[in-house]
Structure formats: C-alpha cells, structure tokens
C-alpha cells in the first residue's frame, strides 16, 4: 500500500534552534517528493520538490534532503524564527499515467517558541 | 493577482442541508481540484478538473458534485450534508498535472455538519 508517514506528530522547539523533521515513504512507482508549508488556517504553500536523483535542495532556511534508497526524506531548518510556526507536510508523487496520484503526508506541527 | 479564493470561510449546516463552496482563481490554470482535510490525516481529493468543461472524480467523491463552466471557477456542491463532512475544505490549482506543477491552494473552508 502507498503510504507516507511523517515524524514526529508535532515538535516544540525554541527560537533560534534548529530541527529536522522526517517523511518515510513506501510509494511505487516513485516520481517526486513535494514539502509543503501550511499556517494555521491557511492552505499549503509549497517549499521545495525533488526529483529522484536529487540529493539535496534548499530555500533559504529550509534544507530538504532525499534517499531514495531507502525512500527517506528530511526537511532541516535552520536557525527557526517564529514565523516557521506551521505543519509541514511531506507529498509523494507516483510515476503514473494519472492526474492524481499524490500521496499525502499527515504532516507534522511545528510550534516555535520564543 | 488574488491567486486562489474560496467562500465563505466558515460554515455552519444541519445534516441533510445542501451548500456550494465557491472556489475562483485568476491565474488561468487548467487543473483545479477540491481537497478535504482532516485531523491526522492527508488532504484527500475530492474531485478535480483538467479545463473547462472536463471534470473526474477523486479518492472520495460519495456526496459532492462539481461542474466547471469557466477556467476561473471551480464550484463544490454538497447534496445532502452530512457530520461525516464535517472537515476543511481546499481548493487548488495549478498550469498542468499536479504530479510536476505545483498547486496553489486557497484559504479554506471550515465546514460544520451538525
């Protein structure tokens, strides 16, 4: 069964910190792998996708890394402001001849705390 | 370029009511699709619509209907509400298959089935 499951549920961290947070996927055939940046009574907003032969990629603060053998994915922030407060939800495209199969993360809160 | 909006942002029905939530956006995408979301879970897709005139049924589609008249308008219709509805709802777009493209998402509707 496709699935994507993120770690942890929610995280608290202090302003200033760093912290990584983890998307696993068991999807077949993989395309690409989205995260997206979802405030408190907001939609999503995407932050960065990456194709399968993509290690890394950044935007700004956020850092996301990619093992696709192991079908790992990570988001890093850095240096975390109070804006970064938001769920973050990690989506696994498939490598199908259809319009919509995206595999949704149930994404992680992130709570920034001064 | 307001992007994505959707009406009304709250919602309050009783079970067996019938409502439409509107979506419109003015960037002339192609693909428009309805999500839900839940507590703890992914969005799930609803229904989506690859142009005007064209519509398709998403992962759950049981007592929601859409039309596409116009590029720019995407509405969702509940038939007969029920407290299994009761979620945010999402609306996004994008310039062609969301399996690359990015969606961008409108603010949401809170909608309460009582």
């Known amino acids: 069964k496709n699935q994507v499951e993120q770690s942890p549920q929610s995280l608290i961290i202090l302003e200033g910190k760093n912290c990584t947070l983890q998307?696993?996927?068991?999807?077949?055939?993989?395309?690409?792998l989205r995260w997206y940046k979802q405030d408190t009574g907001r939609g999503p907003v995407s932050l960065t996708i990456?194709?399968?032969s993509e290690n890394t990629k950044s935007n700004g603060r956020y850092t996301a890394t990619l093992d696709a053998d192991t079908k790992q994915s990570s988001l890093h922030i850095t240096a975390s402001q109070l804006s970064d407060s938001a769920s973050y939800i990690c989506?696994?495209?498939?490598?199908?001849?259809?319009?919509?199969?995206?595999?949704w993360g149930a994404g992680t809160k992130l709570i920034i705390k001064p | 370029n307001a992007g994505v909006t959707q009406t009304p942002k709250f919602q309050v029905l009783k079970t067996g009511q019938s409502m439409t939530l509107q979506c419109a956006q003015d960037?002339?995408?192609?693909?428009m699709s309805w999500y839900r979301q839940d507590p703890g879970m992914g969005l799930r897709l609803i229904h989506y619509?690859?142009?005007?005139?064209?519509?398709d049924q998403g992962e759950v589609p049981n007592g929601y209907n859409v039309s596409r008249s116009t590029t720019e308008d995407f509405p969702l219709r509940l038939l007969s509400a029920a407290p299994s509805q009761t979620s945010v709802y999402f609306c996004?777009?994008?310039?062609?298959?969301?399996?690359?493209?990015?969606?961008?998402f409108g603010p949401g509707t809170r909608l309460t089935v009582l």
């Open positions: 996004a777009s994008s310039t062609d298959s969301w399996s690359y493209n990015e969606q961008f």
């Open positions: 960037m002339n995408h192609e693909y």
């Open positions: 998307c696993n996927y068991t999807v077949s055939p993989f395309s690409n």
């Open positions: 990456m194709t399968f």
């Open positions: 989506v696994v495209s498939l490598a199908m001849d259809s319009n919509y199969q995206l595999i």
């Open positions: 619509s690859v142009g005007a005139g064209i519509t």
